[in-house]
């Protein structure tokens, strides 16, 4: 816990200094930007509390590093999409760009993970979360900057409204068996939900595919929680 607390310093100071520089260049407004921190910093105590509960080995890692920085990026770009003014077209390719480099971090670090010997559920599931989390946050950003149809931020809640239906079906609130090609699919349909968006978010993109990229993405996004469902309900799930 050292260690994280320590890296946990350290993040929060320096989205404390992104936050401020850039509410001095004008890109974001002081409430929207304190938004958006205040945010960072709810899910930097989130993950400290789980962390001390749940992270089986002595080691914070790479990878849970890596997870806590696209956090950072998400919480970032939220802090824009909560601001009332409009983005302007230069601002749309830099949230495309950030976005991107985050989407690429989310392939390194099960791999760092995996390298350091440092796996574990609690870091498999933060990453999922983070992941949920960014995704939410595109799709709100997306449909702000009018690149893409309300109904797109389905594909943002969706992650939420299962945990929700949790609440009513408990068998909800258990972890589907373990499958390989399971674990494949769900990660796959989840990066193809951030690419959608992205695609949309692109000034370049045509007003006439947005929409469509998005209504493929959100069906292969309920077709996957339905395959999860279908799962728990007819196999003996795992606590």
């Not at 690149?147 to 939420?160: F, K, N, Q, T």
């Amino acid at each position: 816990m050292r260690e994280a607390h320590l890296v946990f310093a350290r993040s929060l100071g320096l989205a404390g200094v992104a936050t401020l520089l850039l509410f001095l260049g004008g890109v974001v407004q002081i409430l929207p930007g304190m938004a958006g921190l205040m945010l960072f910093t709810g899910l930097v105590v989130a993950f400290e509390r789980r962390l001390a509960r749940n992270h089986p080995h002595p080691r914070l890692g790479a990878a849970n590093r890596i997870t806590l920085a696209r956090a950072g990026v998400a919480c970032l770009i939220a802090g824009r999409a909560l601001d009332p003014s409009a983005l302007s077209t230069v601002e749309r390719w830099m949230l495309v760009a950030i976005a991107g480099a985050a989407l690429l971090l989310d392939g390194t670090d099960g791999w760092a993970a995996r390298r350091q010997g440092l796996s574990s559920a609690f870091g498999a599931r933060f990453d999922m979360e983070i992941d949920a989390f960014a995704i939410a946050v595109l799709a709100i950003t997306a449909v702000k900057a009018g690149a893409a149809p309300y109904w797109v931020l389905a594909i943002g809640a969706m992650r939420y409204l299962y945990l929700g239906a949790g609440r009513l079906c408990p068998v909800l609130r258990h972890q589907p068996p373990a499958c390989a090609f399971a674990d494949r699919r769900r990660k796959a349909i989840a990066v193809m939900q951030s690419l959608a968006l992205l695609f949309s978010l692109a000034p370049a993109t045509s007003p006439s595919w947005a929409p469509f990229t998005c209504a493929l993405a959100l069906g292969l996004l309920a077709y996957s929680f339905a395959a999860d469902i279908v799962m728990l309900r007819f196999t003996k799930p795992h606590r």
